[in-house]
């Protein structure tokens, strides 16, 4: 089989032949195994020279960029791959019109992602006794990271709205309208919530206190 090793190093086009751009493909996918595989490696070691640092946030930025960092390199040797198929396709597909698109949201997700792990592993290190001389109190912690985790997944749902084409505009306008809607069907639903909101920023009690209420016949430790 005779090569023109020139060839493997341009981007393939219709004419093309089949073993060289074959050839290309095995190596986009090998060089994204490879790059995840020492990914991987590289945040073990690091986390092994590093160790628990003083500094809580270099530890939860290291273990959420765990997962996320190696996704973006599967998203982009997966978007390479389908981009050579599309040069060397010489039918018309409409699934490769989509490639763009499903690799921004894929991307928007990755970030999502990775600010909901970095939240979850903040919250874990601030309630830490072992890390911080004064630990956060878990009700409050608990309480900002689920606020928190909840503004990134609604904007994170926006923006891939927003990349799929919808109107942001019209969708706050009608989430405003169905807003409504449901307060005024789920009245005992937005009371607890607003309760709850008062017993975080109260503290009658907190997690792992014992607690009765003759009243309403409740009693046991507060678990969340």
Avoid: H
Wanted: net charge negative.
């Amino acid at each position: 089989m005779n090569w023109d090793w020139n060839q493997l190093l341009q981007w393939p086009t219709v004419e093309t032949p089949m073993d060289i751009w074959l050839t290309q493909l095995f190596i986009i996918v090998l060089c994204t195994v490879s790059i995840n595989f020492i990914l991987m490696r590289s945040i073990d070691v690091a986390e092994r020279l590093i160790g628990k640092t003083e500094t809580l946030w270099d530890d939860a930025l290291l273990e959420a960029a765990r997962i996320p960092v190696r996704l973006v390199f599967w998203v982009i040797g997966l978007s390479v791959s389908m981009e050579l198929l599309q040069a060397v396709s010489a039918e018309e597909n409409a699934l490769f019109e989509f490639v763009p698109q499903a690799r921004r949201i894929a991307f928007i997700i990755i970030i999502a992602m990775f600010l909901s792990r970095f939240i979850s592993y903040t919250e874990k290190n601030l309630i830490d006794p072992g890390r911080m001389r004064k630990p956060m109190d878990q009700s409050t912690a608990a309480a900002i990271a689920k606020l928190l985790r909840v503004s990134v997944v609604i904007t994170s749902l926006l923006i891939i709205l927003q990349t799929m084409g919808y109107s942001i505009s019209g969708v706050l306008a009608f989430g405003g309208i169905g807003g409504m809607a449901v307060a005024f069907a789920a009245k005992d639903l937005l009371a607890n919530f607003f309760g709850g909101m008062m017993v975080y920023l109260d503290k009658p009690f907190r997690v792992g206190d014992w607690v009765r209420s003759p009243d309403r016949s409740i009693e046991g430790s507060v678990e969340d």
